[in-house]
Nanobody, 126 residues
């Protein structure tokens, strides 16, 4: 399994923005579906966004659609999550993950992803 490394988390005020990055620690194929999840204390891991290997298709959770944007740069083997209009309830540890398939219409969950990063903390507070 590929080891993924997230970066870009931090402390931000409500209404602010952050861009998270995720890259493999070693050599990997870019033909993986990539996703972002988050987990707040005492809550289950929540699906946020997913992107297919070419970047031509994406899907989002209702809770972040219109505020978060997933993208990828396969030349850099990096996936991004641009987060705008952040709210205190967005505070969580954010994880990226990879999957070996892309099926349109999938109700994505953590079970669809095989490799995970260790997460990066995002804290939204005034």
């Amino acid at each position: 399994q590929v080891q993924l490394v997230e970066s870009g988390g931090g402390l931000v005020q409500p209404g602010g923005s952050l861009r998270l990055s995720c890259a493999p620690s070693g050599r990997t194929s870019s033909r993986s579906t990539m996703g972002w999840f988050r987990q707040a204390p005492g809550k289950e891991r929540e699906f946020l966004a997913v992107i297919n290997w070419s970047g031509s298709s994406t899907d989002y959770a209702v809770s972040v659609k219109g505020r978060f944007t997933i993208s990828r740069d396969n030349a850099k083997s990096t996936v991004y999550l641009q987060m705008n209009s952040l709210k205190p309830e967005d505070t969580a540890v954010y994880y990226c993950a990879s999957s070996n398939y892309w099926l349109p219409g999938t109700i994505w969950s953590a079970a669809d992803f095989g490799s995970w990063g260790r997460g990066t903390q995002v804290t939204v507070t005034s």
